[in-house]
Each structure stands twice: as C-alpha cells, then as structure tokens.
C-alpha cells in the first residue's frame, strides 16, 4: 500500500508540474496601428523572408524550423499585410518594390545546475529561464539597394516550478510577441522614411 501511495505522489508531481512565462516589457508599445504617415497614391509590393534562430546560454545560434517558426512567420507576414502599406506581402521569391529580410533570434539564457535541479526535484526546487526574442529586419528597395535596418527586442521570463500548474493558460504568446515586434519594425520603418 505504502508503495502505491509513493507511486502516486511521484505522478502527481509530474503531472503538476507547470511553467509560467511573462514579458518583461522592454518594447515601448506602438502608439497607432497601423502606422500613420502619408498616404501613397500606389502602395508598394513586398517581399518577405524570415529566418527563425535559437541560441541557448553562449552558444551559437542555430536555425529553428517546424511548427513554432511556422507560427511566427506567420505572424510575421500577417502584420505585413494588416498595417495597410502594401498592396501585395507574399513569402514567394517574386519581383517587388521592397525586400524585408528578417531574423528572428530566440536567445534562451538560464542557469543548468539550477535547471537540473529543478528537474531532479521533480520541480520542488524553481528555476527560471530568460528568452530574449530579437527582430533583425534589413529592408531592401527592387534593384537589392539597403533601404535601411531596424533591430527590436523583448524578453521573456519563464518560471518552472511544481505549483504553477495554474499559471499555464496564461502562458505568454510567442506569436503575438512577434506581432508586437513586427509591428514596432514598421512603425519606425514608416517613421524613418523606408517604406
């Protein structure tokens, strides 16, 4: 009996374990979206290319792919299109008025001896985790001339802790916090002149 108790408190643990992720604010929010400047008589063409990046602690950073690098393209794009400033955003390799490059790089920094204990403890013990997500995007006009280049950033602060199984629907949204990222690249783009 007394083993089936353990066996249950040890799934329990596990199963409870939870993770709660929030943004450190760092990116001044976008006043008026979509950006307002003047009003073009014939609205550019766009293409965009996105490259999605991860990088933990000192480490180089590798190129990511799959379902989450999907979803921030895809965010990505979307903020294209709804910020009104183009008649066509397409991620085909197509004749356009405006190139934008862009690097998404999710830069993970946390402590590995805290993080195995964490896990060794089945959670007992917190740990916490940084993402820094960064933006590069170069804009670039039809003949391949550099328009200019806009970096943002913001971060992320993830605590992993057996009790915050309740913090997990309110986990923070990396598609949206690319969609704020992009949307402050073209409001400064707008600002600067470069679309």
């Known amino acids: ?4 108790i353990k066996a249950n408190l040890l799934l329990g643990a596990v199963l409870l374990t939870g993770c709660v992720s929030y943004s450190q604010h760092e990116l001044a929010p976008v006043q008026s979206w979509p950006p ?3 009003a073009q008589a014939v609205k550019p063409t766009a293409y965009v290319r996105t490259t999605a ?6 480490g180089q950073p590798n190129a990511t792919a799959g ?4 979803a921030w393209e895809q965010a990505l794009v979307d903020t294209y299109k709804q ?4 008649a066509r955003v397409s991620t085909e390799k197509v004749t356009a008025d405006i190139y934008a490059e862009s ?3 999710n830069h993970e920094q ?5 993080a195995i204990i964490t896990g060794a403890t089945f959670f007992i013990i917190p740990s916490t985790a940084r993402n820094t997500f960064t933006l590069d995007t170069v804009f670039k006009d039809k003949d391949g001339k550099e328009l200019g280049r806009i970096s ?3 971060s992320v602060r993830t605590w992993m802790h057996l009790v915050l199984i309740v913090g997990i629907p309110f986990q923070q949204d990396t598609s949206e916090l690319v969609r704020q990222l992009t949307q402050s690249t073209l409001d400064e783009a707008v600002k600067r002149q470069l679309l």
Do not use: D, W
């Open 36 to 38: 307002q400047a003047q």
């Open 152 to 154: 943002k950033s913001e």
């Open 67 to 70: 379902k989450p690098a999907e």
């Open 53 to 58: 990046q991860y990088q933990v602690n000192r």
């Open 83 to 86: 910020s009104g400033r183009f």
């Open 103 to 105: 690097t998404l790089t």
């Open 110 to 114: 946390y402590n590995v001896a805290s």
């Open 1 to 4: 009996m007394l083993r089936i």
